[in-house]
T-cell receptor, first 113, second 112 residues
Framework: DADVTQTPRNRITKTGKRIMLECSQT?????MYWYRQDPGLGLRLIYY???????NKGEISDGYSVSRQAQAKFSLSLESAIPNQTALYFC????????????FGPGTRLLVL | SQKIEQNSEALNIQEGKTATLTCNYT??????LQWYRQDPGRGPVFLLL?????KEKRKERLKVTFDTTLKQSLFHITASQPADSATYLC???????????FGKGTTLSVSS
């Protein structure tokens, strides 16, 4: 089984709809991250969490919210989706050690019409 | 603010040649730098980490160098194969030490 899973893998929604993307990990890592990836812009950090009581904004948090339901679960919500939120979304996890690498999920491809 | 630049968006080489990818950074002195591989429609996968006090790191056909004076890392794939075709991303821990920031990536295409 994959260490980091994301659901759904693909989603089409309409402008103004609320949508939630979910992430689960079995690596036992305390740190979890949400990134979005757009052609020509690379990976950009949306939100990150160091534990269930610690949530932090990344560089592009406007229009998004997150919830850390448990150490293993971190969900990303778009309260009112807009077309420029069409992107590939990745969840990632990392241990708290300074040299630790990140493990990414398979991604969710979101299209907002 | 910190910036990471991967100079080439795309690199095309022939099988068997050495591919060299460049990562430059500014406004920062990272303790280490990481390289990831990303295949289309998939999440990035970690390849190598090099610390600031290491000049060079090798793993099989991969070699990474880190020049803190030039603020540059070079990523080499020797004896390249079509299976090496992918996008390669460099990444640094941000100054707060809280998250990795990524370059935009270089897409390598190896033709047979």
């Amino acid at each position: 089984d994959a260490d980091v899973t994301q659901t759904p893998r693909n989603r089409i929604t309409k402008t103004g709809k609320r949508i939630m993307l979910e992430c689960s990990q079995t690596k036992g890592h305390d740190r979890m991250y949400w990134y979005r990836q757009d052609p020509g812009l690379g990976l950009r950090l949306i939100y990150y969490s160091f534990d269930v009581k610690d949530i932090n904004k990344g560089e592009i948090s406007d229009g998004y919210s997150v919830s850390r339901q448990a150490q293993a679960k971190f969900s990303l919500s778009l309260e009112s989706a807009i077309p420029n939120q069409t992107a590939l979304y990745f969840c990632a996890t990392r241990s708290s050690g300074r040299l630790e690498t990140q493990y990414f999920g398979p991604g969710t491809r979101l299209l907002v019409l | 603010s910190q910036k990471i630049e991967q100079n080439s968006e795309a690199l095309n080489i022939q099988e068997g040649k050495t591919a060299t990818l460049t990562c430059n950074y500014t406004n920062y002195s990272p303790a280490y730098l990481q390289w990831y591989r990303q295949d289309p429609g998939r999440g990035p996968v970690f390849l190598l980490l090099i610390r600031e006090n290491e000049k060079e790191k090798r793993k099989e056909r991969l070699k990474v160098t880190f020049d803190t004076t030039l603020k540059q890392s070079l990523f080499h794939i020797t004896a390249s194969q079509p299976a090496d075709s992918a996008t390669y991303l460099c990444a640094l821990l941000n100054q707060a030490g809280t998250a990795l920031i990524f370059g935009k990536g270089t897409t390598l295409s190896v033709s047979s």
